[in-house]
């Protein structure tokens, strides 16, 4: 359905987006001054005015629709137009800044910018590197928004986890194989090799997804997240080793993120 923007009410833009950006209704209505059922009644007034449902409410937690996706967007830009000409500035920043390894490349910002079939765009800058460079290229100001695996050491940044899993060892047989590839002597890699030992033949490699390519080529064990299909490999059963982690997206201040940036942040 289309409809005119004069029909449009602002506060429920702005409701819709601050839900959205917090991850939560209550804090939305906590951060307008606003009851919760008032935020409630707004995306329900705009979703009737659209004709489509923008939000999949489950347990403590909501989400977007494929079609609150695209509203998202628009809404968001829309705000951040509004805000930035009556303090003095018409520039919106569309850019796509992202600091990321080549494992949350493949298997979360590709498939997300996929989806959202972006047009127009003025710039898409993605540096790859392990999570130290990542964590630097955002506190720089190089990267606007920095996609990582929580290693415990993300203090001062603006996050939000959008994934979370298990890492675990993988081979072709389902038996521990050598060598063991990791990566960097990160949390998950030290507990690995105080499960096994760490006086086995070890390979180290800078991504996850080249870990397990390469224990694909010569085979061995690879320990990496379980966001990799496993396709033809199979889990490794290490007793004592449990190590969950989460995907964390990080910026020094999520409220100077571009639309699209924003919307990865709050996945």
Same mark, same amino acid.
């Given at each position: ?9 602002? +506060?429920?833009?702005? @409701? ?9 209704? &209550? ?24 004709? !489509? ?35 003095? +500035?018409?520039?919106?920043? /569309? ?11 493949? @298997? ?29 290229? =955002? ?21 939000? =986890? ?8 993988? +081979?072709?047989? /389902?038996?521990?194989? @050598? ?9 998950? =890699? ?29 085979? /061995? &064990? ?20 449990? !190590?969950? @982690? ?9 409220? &100077? ?8 942040? &709050?996945?």
């Amino acid at each position: 359905m289309k409809i005119k923007w004069t029909d449009l009410n602002l +506060s429920y833009l702005k @409701y819709f987006v601050d839900s959205i950006n917090n991850k939560s209704l &209550t804090r939305a209505a906590l951060e307008n001054h606003v009851s919760r059922p008032a935020i409630s009644q707004a995306i329900r007034r705009l979703e009737e005015q659209l004709g !489509y449902n923008l939000l999949n409410h489950k347990k403590k937690h909501i989400s977007l629709t494929k079609e609150g996706q695209d509203f998202f967007l628009k809404s968001q830009e829309a705000i951040q137009l509004l805000t930035r000409s009556f303090e003095g +500035s018409s520039d919106i920043n /569309g850019n796509f800044s992202l600091a990321c390894s080549a494992t949350l490349a493949e @298997y979360i910002v590709l498939p997300f910018l996929n989806k959202l079939k972006i047009r127009n765009q003025p710039k898409i800058d993605i540096r790859i590197g392990p999570t130290t460079k990542v964590r630097q290229l =955002v506190e720089d100001g190089e990267s606007s928004l920095g996609l990582l695996i929580d290693d415990e050491q993300t203090i001062g940044f603006d996050s939000s =986890v959008i994934k979370d899993g298990e890492f675990e060892f993988q +081979s072709k047989s /389902g038996k521990l194989e @050598y060598p063991i590839l990791t990566t960097e002597m990160r949390p998950e =890699v030290v507990m690995g090799f105080r499960s096994i030992s760490f006086n086995v033949p070890k390979l180290k490699i800078e991504s996850w997804s080249i870990c397990r390519k390469t224990a694909e080529a010569i085979g /061995g &064990t690879c320990l990496v997240p379980d966001l990799i299909p496993r396709k033809s490999f199979r889990k490794v059963a290490v007793k004592d080793f449990n !190590y969950k @982690y989460r995907v964390l997206a990080i910026a020094k201040n999520k409220n &100077t993120l571009s639309p699209t940036e924003r919307l990865l942040f &709050t996945l």
